[in-house]
């Protein structure tokens, strides 16, 4: 059913950027679009595994916060999805932060929904790794199959073979040559793609399907992969609409292509594919399994993603909504209001902070007329952002211990602090600027004293 040239070890990556969402106005009502409910004709696929070998995924969420109520769901959503094509839960590593199924904020305590009218997609998720164990050394240690390399969590791994199959999803927020993580610090592209090599080198797997859901998010693999194309997924959507048997990778990229572009509108997302461009003919079923209750779906090219008339909102906006909405429904003069004003207020005035200091300091280290120029210098297609992915770390550091923490609205600025780097400034000259252009330290959440530097 699925040809394979023998021995080969692929690697197919799938990228979508700012993936479009809705309003976050009621995540409980107009949110995420209506997967398939068909769920109840499960059917173990268990005759599969000698044949194309055992079916690996690890999925996980890079944020935490009710705001960022999505990037869970869709985790828990993808292992719902998983487990009704038939892999099995031994073979399924879950990262989340799991904040959200008892937050005060959810309507529902217990539940977590994926889509408007959804049914619960949290019940029966495996807690591997939750809270302040939603590591990147975890989730690397997971991939490599590197049980003694964990801590804290299930120690759950893919424990590969030659023959198998690994799925990897990662849904979040992310900047360029970064993906957020709900603990500190992020993960960055450069150690990301030293993994991947590290397990390809180690030959404990047939072929590796990378998701990647974030936003600004294609400089990931930029010049860090052979082989560069374009294209991306919001799969999961679409998986419940299709039988996976048939549908194949790049049909279902050019569904999502064709939503996300969303008629070009300011927040619609670009779409990419990297890796091995072949890859993409294989039927998704070797990654999803199916559900059996699709089977008898032909794919029909327009039948599904329907463009809806949802509103895209820029997902590094999502906090900031999360407040704004919470504050205008809260009762005049309640506590809940006025808690919600100063988080709004907090957040959009660390936002102005970032801004300003990363233009202050492009100003102090390049000059008034070629600071800005600097900054927003985007690498030709095929360079990596950064020549140096330690220089981009440490220089990360030296702003975030004069300047606060970068945060998760503040991975944006990665492009220009890796230009920093590119343009050959040293440590101590990037202490000197960011010393100048901080003059006062933040004090709320988002020093890096409370959490630790991002990077
Ligand atoms: C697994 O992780 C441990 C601890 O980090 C390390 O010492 C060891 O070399 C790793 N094993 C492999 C096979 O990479
Ligand atoms: C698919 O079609 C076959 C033959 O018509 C039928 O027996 C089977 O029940 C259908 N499966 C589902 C899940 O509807």
């Known amino acids: 059913m699925v040809r394979y040239l023998a021995g080969a070890v692929v690697v197919l990556v799938l990228i979508s950027i700012s993936v479009f969402v809705e309003s976050r106005h009621d995540i409980v009502g107009d949110v995420l679009k209506l997967p398939s409910e068909v769920s109840s004709f499960f059917r173990p696929v268990a005759d599969d595994d000698d044949s194309v070998g055992t079916r690996w995924a690890v999925l996980i969420a890079g944020s935490n916060g009710y705001w960022n109520y999505r990037h869970q769901a869709d985790i828990c959503h993808a292992y719902q999805l998983l487990r009704r094509g038939g892999v099995r839960e031994e073979n399924i590593v879950v990262f989340m932060y799991d904040d959200i199924a008892y937050d005060e904020e959810n309507p529902r305590p217990g539940v977590i929904i994926n889509s408007p009218h959804g049914s619960d997609v949290y019940n029966g998720v495996p807690k591997d790794y939750t809270g302040e164990d939603v590591t990147v050394d975890n989730f690397f240690a997971a991939i490599l199959g590197n049980k003694s390399a964990t801590t804290g969590g299930s120690g759950k791994v893919v424990d590969s ?44 797997y047939k072929s590796l399907v990378f998701y990647l859901e974030a936003c600004e998010s294609g400089s990931i693999f930029e010049g860090l992969l052979p082989e560069g ?103 005049e003069g309640s506590s809940r209001k006025i808690k919600a004003q100063k988080q709004f207020s907090e ?109």
Request: net charge negative; proline share 4%; aromatic share 10%.
């Open 161 to 204: 073979g030659p023959n198998d199959h690994i799925f990897i999803y990662y849904s979040d927020h992310g900047g360029p040559g970064v993906l957020g993580m709900p603990t500190n610090p992020y993960m960055y592209a450069g150690d990301l793609v030293d993994v991947l090599k590290k397990k390809h080198a180690s030959g404990t």
């Open 229 to 331: 194309d374009l294209y991306s997924v919001a799969w999961m959507e679409d998986s419940d609409i299709h039988n996976l048997r048939t549908e194949t990778l790049r049909q279902q990229y050019q569904q999502v292509k064709k939503r996300t572009s969303n008629d070009n509108s300011g927040w619609g997302s670009h779409v990419m594919q990297y890796g091995d461009l072949k890859l993409s003919t294989e039927e998704l079923f070797m990654y999803m399994g199916t559900n059996p209750a699709n089977d008898n779906f032909t794919f029909v090219e327009d039948n599904s993603l329907r463009l809806s008339s949802s509103k895209a909102v820029n997902q590094r906006d999502a906090d900031l909504l999360h407040f704004w909405d919470k504050y205008r429904k809260a009762p």
């Open 347 to 455: 957040a959009m005035s660390h936002r102005m902070h970032l801004d300003n200091s990363i233009q202050l300091i492009g100003k102090l280290l390049f000059g008034i007329e070629s600071g800005s120029e600097v900054l927003k210098t985007v690498r030709l297609v095929g360079e990596p952002l950064v020549d140096d992915w330690l220089c981009l770390k440490t220089l990360v550091r030296t702003f975030e211990t004069h300047c606060g923490s970068l945060s998760q609205y503040g991975m944006k600025h990665m492009r220009s602090i890796a230009n920093i780097c590119n343009a050959g400034i040293s440590k101590e000259q990037m202490s000197e600027a960011s010393a100048q252009a901080c003059v006062t330290f933040p004090s709320n959440p988002w020093s890096s004293v409370s959490k630790g530097f991002t990077a």
